[in-house]
């Protein structure tokens, strides 16, 4: 599975982005999705996963009630819906492919990595 990331920018505090993940491949639909994120000088940490069939989601306690994981299987894109954005949340985001159901907060789960796009949120 390939995963390529776009949607990032630059926002304003307050602000709104949607990020995406297109993946090729035609198992994308058998794969859980996650996107994480890496500010400069910090680890990679959780944000968001969603399970293949869309039945649950799982999210970071900075990103519950101002994120929302979805996504299309048909259309093979995960999707991370960011409202009220804080500087704080400026990094690098990743979405990730994982076969599997368990520890999905972990990124040592996660099988393939998209290359990252940039969330600047300026205060």
């Known amino acids: 599975v390939q995963l390529q990331a776009s949607g990032g920018g630059l926002v304003q505090a307050g602000g709104s982005l949607r990020l995406s993940c297109a993946a090729s491949?035609?198992?994308?639909?058998?794969?859980?999705m996650g996107w994480f994120r890496q500010a400069p000088g910090k680890e990679r940490e959780f944000v968001a996963a969603?399970?293949?069939?869309?039945?649950?989601?799982y999210y970071a306690d900075s990103a519950k009630g101002r994120f929302t994981i979805s996504r299309d299987n048909a259309k093979n894109t995960v999707y991370l819906q960011m409202d009220s954005l804080k500087p704080e949340d400026t990094a690098v985001y990743y979405c990730?492919?994982?076969?599997?159901?368990?520890?999905?907060?972990?990124?040592?789960?996660?099988?393939?990595w998209g290359q990252g796009t940039q969330v600047t949120v300026s205060s």
């Open positions: 491949g035609r198992t994308f639909s058998s794969y859980n």
């Open positions: 969603i399970l293949w069939s869309g039945g649950s989601r």
């Open positions: 990730a492919a994982a076969g599997s159901n368990h520890g999905l907060r972990s990124s040592g789960r996660y099988d393939y």
